[in-house]
């Protein structure tokens, strides 16, 4: 196929050759990020409103977080409370009917706001780990999140009850390497994929980058959605320009009338 980019309503056409991809593929995967969220009101990261516009990135750097928690601590539960509140929208429910019909094999995301599972998706590997939980950076243990999160509330540093080490939100902080068993999870489905539609992703950091970018390699189908350039539009055998919200949706209906199946379960998942 010919790589093209359709912008703003393109007509039903395009989503049913994208639905065509993912029908035609043995082995299909999704590769989410911030831009599959910003419906649901979590902002991005690096967009014109994104999060990093507002507050320190520095804060999150491991090395810093180390020498001072405390600031890291409280940013997070401000940002924890937000995520906890925000509810998953059409582009997450999409995602979930997709592989409850058996289109898709897995959701890969760089997201820590678990609105995929809430959605109904089943098998969601979280590349930059799960914030409901804190790890100690000591013993490895983990605990609820809320627990740390009281210790924060009443101006201390969270820490492990088991040997008094520092406790950090099993998050990935900048200078970290990736959760080990998910990336490597990861990897193999990507190896395993013929084809794969990254959405909210502008695909520039690394390694989570590498997922979508194996499938390609190896003669899979690259298929973006995502509103602004990515890295890897020029691999693209097809982008579309459109938030996630509307074009995910419309995707799955032509995918579920393809296959026979009800276009409701492409609004609200696999519930």
Aim: hydrophobic share 40%.
């Amino acid at each position: 196929m010919e790589p093209k980019t359709y912008s703003g309503r393109g007509g039903r056409e395009v989503y049913k050759i994208v639905a065509r991809i993912l029908l035609e593929s043995k082995h299909a995967i999704a590769f989410t990020g911030a831009g599959v969220s910003t419906a649901s009101g979590i902002p991005d990261f690096r967009g014109p409103q994104g999060l990093w516009k507002k507050v320190d990135p520095s804060l999150f750097e491991i090395s810093n977080f180390i020498l001072d928690p405390l600031p890291a601590w409280r940013l997070f539960a401000e940002l924890y409370k937000a995520t906890a509140r925000a509810r998953p929208n059409p582009a997450h429910y999409a995602l979930a009917a997709l592989e409850s019909m058996g289109v898709l094999k897995a959701v890969i995301t760089q997201n820590v706001d678990g609105l995929h599972q809430r959605a109904g998706s089943k098998r969601v590997i979280e590349l930059h780990g799960n914030p409901s939980r804190a790890v100690c950076l000591s013993c490895g243990k983990h605990y609820p999140i809320e627990e740390a999160l009281e210790q924060v509330r009443l101006g201390r540093v969270p820490r492990c009850p088991n040997c008094g080490g520092l406790l950090k939100p099993d998050v990935t902080f900048f200078g970290e390497p990736l959760p080990e068993r998910e990336l490597q999870e990861a990897m193999r489905l990507a190896f395993q994929s013929d084809a794969v539609i990254v959405v909210g992703s502008s695909l520039v950091v690394r390694p989570a980058n590498e997922i979508p970018w194996i499938v390609k390699s190896r003669g899979g189908r690259l298929v973006i959605v995502n509103v602004g350039d990515t890295a890897m539009d020029h691999l693209a055998d097809l982008k579309i320009e459109e938030p996630a919200e509307r074009a995910l949706p419309l995707i799955c209906e032509e995918a579920a009338v393809l296959l026979g199946r009800r276009k409701e379960l492409c609004w609200r998942g696999s519930t």
